[in-house]
């Protein structure tokens, strides 16, 4: 592993060496890709959601420790619009905290009441938000570190319109953020660290650019066409009902996009096509890329094809380093 550039408020806060950070991803953040992240010099967040019952998590916690070689690791807490969605939140935060994870990120609405519960316990926790208003309120709720998230994110970047980087600059001039800043969304590329941390961000995060790492465990023919993909190759949908999320273009997003085109007003207009146990089983488990909303970001478009994790973020490291040199060169005196 190569020597991290810079260490900041993020990589104390998480015990990581580099300020990178790969968010929780659902059916994905498995043991094994948590591990491999951890042993990069990252954090990774374990998704409870993706596990049926408390024996399928706690064997994945268990199985994540032996992962990390001793490392801390993290567990992903995403909470729902709807109460009844949520159900599983709080088990599987106390079933982490018997595992000894300390490391949190939280996802979604109302997490105030989840933060002082992780606090209560000797957690840290870090909130991502979709919105600077979202991002204050977490900072206000107590959250030890807030992820800003654009609208280029994988997965749901909520109802935002304003891209990664304006909204990051938006935010770090403006002084209102006293807690560590971590910027996401259309992240692939070390020069893009350099550029986050030039706005004053104490790291970032990452979830689409790792999708082509070997320890992400889907369909080889999955990775083969990730591999193929480029930064057209997203959509984002469902922004009508208030729920958006950011897709690879394949059949089942085109035809998603055509009922909301055509005015659905409601869930039930879409019948089967939002369930994302398709991308679960017809995807990643059997390879079918063209079915299934599949949680995509352009910054895909920065993989050419399947790495182990490891050497992904050392080149992240590298592009790093040379946008720095790029820079010093660029600003030394003739
Ligand atoms: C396949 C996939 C699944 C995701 N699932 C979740 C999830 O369950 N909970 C969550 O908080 N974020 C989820 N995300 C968002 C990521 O944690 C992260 O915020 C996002 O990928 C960063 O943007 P990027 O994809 O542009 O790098 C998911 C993203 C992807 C690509």
């Not at 020597?3 to 060496?17: E, I, M, V």
């Not at 990664?164 to 209102?176: E, F, N, P, S």
């Amino acid at each position: 592993m190569t020597q991290a550039p810079w260490p900041t408020r993020l990589t104390r806060l998480f015990g990581t060496a580099y300020p990178i950070l790969g968010g929780g991803l659902m059916w994905l953040s498995d043991a094994r890709y948590v591990g491999a992240l951890t042993r990069a010099g990252c954090m990774g967040f374990i998704t409870p959601r993706s596990f049926t019952g408390t024996s399928a998590l706690s064997e994945e916690l268990q199985r994540c420790s032996e992962h990390t070689q001793g490392r801390p690791f993290g567990v992903n807490l995403t909470l729902s619009a709807r109460p009844e969605a949520n159900a599983g939140v709080r088990p599987a935060l106390d079933l982490a905290l018997a595992h000894g994870v300390r490391h949190f990120e939280t996802a979604g609405y109302a997490p105030d009441a989840l933060i002082q519960a992780i606090h209560a316990s000797g957690g840290v926790v870090i909130h991502k938000a979709s919105s600077l208003r979202h991002a204050l309120a977490a900072q206000a709720a107590g959250a030890d570190a807030v992820a800003l998230v654009g609208m280029e994110e994988g997965g749901h970047p909520g109802a935002n319109e304003l891209p990664t980087m304006l909204m990051g600059a938006l935010a770090l001039a403006r002084g209102q953020f006293h807690v560590p800043l971590v910027l996401g969304g259309g992240i692939g590329h070390g020069s893009q660290l350099v550029a986050a941390m030039a706005l004053g961000a104490d790291g970032v995060l990452i979830g689409s650019r790792f999708l082509l790492s070997e320890e992400i465990s889907t369909h080889p023919a999955y990775k083969d066409h990730l591999a193929r993909c480029d930064e057209h190759s997203t959509m984002r949908l469902l922004h009508t009902l208030g729920n958006t999320w950011r897709v690879l273009r394949n059949d089942t997003a085109r035809d998603v996009d055509a009922i909301e085109r055509a005015g659905a007003a409601d869930y039930a207009a879409f019948g089967g096509l939002l369930d994302s146990r398709v991308a679960r089983d017809g995807c990643y488990r059997d390879g079918d890329w063209r079915r299934g909303m599949l949680s995509l970001g352009p910054s895909i478009g920065f993989g050419t094809r399947i790495q182990p994790l490891a050497e992904i973020v050392d080149e992240l490291i590298e592009q790093a380093r040379s946008a720095l040199s790029h820079l010093d060169a660029s600003t030394a005196s003739p």
